[in-house]
């Protein structure tokens, strides 16, 4: 079956008892059971609900792993992938990871004795030099948020499983559409729902996708007894937007690579980051490992001021937080998404403050070149 086709069905067979080809929304609290001890899989919405189970079975489907569960959002998604750990064990990072994921490991999960160690993830020998007695976990964002660099799957996919530890990706960036990273040797795919998978901008959400039973039964057990679950309506949101993730993500892409381009060649543009472009530095691992290069691209204006006026003067972008919405949204990672990192960090890792990142939609592309070229005549 193919991609699309699973998107569209997998797991959202035709409700059994009217016909509609749209998965309900079960907005129910609870369950009435047939007798003590005997319901119908159904017992208390926390732990079960028919919407958000439909979309956890056409996840999983798409991510080609054995179960998905989902969350209220992408950091309770994570949350829960690192409550797997227990205190004292050590966890090696993509060095240039989304704030929010930092801010999470750093402020909080130190807290509770787990120990994480960055590192450029581009290159496996990186992590091996980095792995010590207590590694348990190998957590990765590729391509990285903002800087798109492209993690070495295929190099610590096997440096993992000959260790016996897992392998976490985190697949935002891409979706199933374009990179699924189980084939390399991830044993936990985690995304936020809030961005390509829902696609539309009106829903938060995470997920998780598990490849071995004994680490979805744990992750459903956390499900439940933490409760950061996602919601009916949501549920049946991300579900909607998976129908055409297919063709919007065929669409990101080719404007994303015509974008990168106009940007390139840019005269006030320094630097652009995106996979697509022959001079990105892991742009024949990017076309072997992925089906296409998306939407997401970071440039360099040079200085705080040329990036403001770029942002102050854009009229079609969006200047917001988030991305993977059909509209183009434009952001400044040093005081957006990567402001709880401190900032001899972000200098270290090219997050400057002349960077700005920007999640092509699907507008004409042509409008979008045209609403970045005059902000940029401002810079």
């Not at 699309?4 to 369950?31: C, F, N």
């Not at 200098?347 to 004409?364: H, K």
């Amino acid at each position: 079956m193919g991609f699309a086709t699973k998107a569209i069905h997998a797991g959202q067979e035709p409700d059994p008892s009217t016909g509609a080809v749209s998965v309900p929304i079960y907005q129910t609290s609870t369950y009435v059971q047939e007798a003590l001890g005997r319901h119908k899989g159904f017992e208390y919405a926390r732990t079960q609900n028919p919407t958000r189970l439909a979309l956890e079975r056409n996840l999983a489907a798409l991510e080609g792993g054995y179960a998905a569960h989902c969350f209220a959002s992408g950091m309770a998604a994570i949350d829960t992938i690192l409550k797997l750990l227990k205190a004292g064990d050590h966890v090696i990072v993509s060095e240039n990871t989304y704030g929010g994921t930092y801010r999470l490991f750093e402020s909080v999960l130190k807290n509770f004795g787990l120990d994480f160690s960055y590192v450029d993830t581009t290159e496996a020998a990186n992590v091996e030099r980095a792995w010590n007695e207590k590694t348990q976990m190998v957590f990765i964002e590729t391509p990285t948020n903002p800087i798109m660099a492209i993690a070495d799957l295929e190099g610590i996919g096997t440096l993992t499983r000959k260790r016996g530890k897992r392998l976490v990706v985190d697949n935002t960036f891409m979706s199933p559409y374009f990179l699924r990273p189980i084939e390399y040797g991830a044993e936990i795919v985690v995304h936020s729902t809030t961005k390509y998978l829902n696609g539309h901008s009106d829903s938060v959400g995470g997920v998780v996708v598990t490849i071995k039973p004994e680490d979805a039964e744990q992750i459903g057990f956390l499900q439940n007894a933490v409760g950061a679950i996602l919601s009916p309506f949501d549920a049946f949101l991300v579900l909607r937007g998976i129908k055409t993730l297919a063709v919007r993500m065929r669409q990101h892409d080719e404007n994303g690579r015509r974008v990168a381009a106009f940007l390139a060649e840019h005269p006030k543009v320094v630097k652009v980051y995106y996979p697509g472009l022959p001079q990105h530095p892991q742009h024949e691992r990017a076309k072997r490992l992925m089906s296409g290069h998306g939407g997401m691209i970071a440039f360099e204006t040079g200085t705080l001021a040329a990036a403001r006026a770029v942002l102050d003067n854009v009229r079609l972008c969006a200047l917001a937080e988030s991305l993977g919405g059909v509209e183009t949204l434009i952001s400044h990672p040093a005081t957006m998404t990567h402001a709880s990192i401190p900032a001899d960090q972000r200098a270290r890792l090219g997050i400057t403050d002349g960077l700005v990142r920007i999640s092509v939609g699907i507008e004409d592309v042509d409008d979008i070149i045209a609403d970045l070229d005059a902000a940029l005549q401002k810079a």
